[in-house]
């Protein structure tokens, strides 16, 4: 199947573990990039992105040498950083605009997506629970702990947040597939 891009193989018994587990997790990529802020995504890029990131953080270190609490400048710079999959850098600029507004959710997603991308699932839960917290339909933070989970082994309860995603939009066909593919696995 076909997911934003991505192609994900029918599960296959005669794969081993290992390779069934590599689907699964390009599985749940295809929903994080389908439920989450695409730019939170580490995905290859063309140079001509990369240039234009690269001229997007030097904006923002410009704008915070005139304040250095430009709190929409740190989340932009941590969430470009964190598409460039530079996560523990970016961890060091939002942790700065949370310090600020600790209830800014791009800053919370972001913070998630580079301790997912760090494999720091349990921390990357706790953000997005954070999120939820404040806006508990926030498809981005509902996809991203969807991931979290499943990258920390927790299977089961990733189905259950990919149901949350489907009661917001009870018809996304490639959400759909994502699960069919995710309980084949399992079970």
Excluded: C
Excluded at 97 to 112: E, H, W
């Amino acid at each position: 199947m076909i997911l934003k891009g991505v192609t994900i193989s029918k599960l296959d018994i005669s794969k081993s573990k290992d390779e069934n587990q590599i689907i699964l997790a390009s599985a749940l990529v295809a929903l994080a990039i389908l439920v989450s802020v695409a730019s939170l995504q580490v995905l290859p890029v063309h140079a001509s992105v990369l240039e234009s990131l690269n001229s997007k953080i030097n904006w923002y270190d410009n704008a915070l040498a005139v304040n250095q609490n430009n709190v929409p400048a740190l989340v932009q710079k941590g969430t470009d950083l964190v598409s460039l999959g530079k996560g523990e850098q970016a961890i060091t600029w939002l942790d700065k605009a949370l310090s600020i507004d600790p209830t800014n959710l791009m800053a919370l997603i972001s913070k998630g997506a580079a301790l997912r991308e760090l494999g720091q699932y349990p921390e990357a839960i706790i953000m997005y629970d954070r999120v939820l917290a404040i806006d508990p339909h926030d498809e981005y933070a509902i996809g991203g702990k969807a991931d979290s989970l499943f990258g920390a082994g927790q299977h089961q309860q990733a189905v259950a947040w990919i149901d949350r995603v489907l009661e917001l939009d009870p018809n996304n066909g490639r959400i759909l597939e994502v699960k069919e593919t995710i309980r084949q696995a399992i079970n």
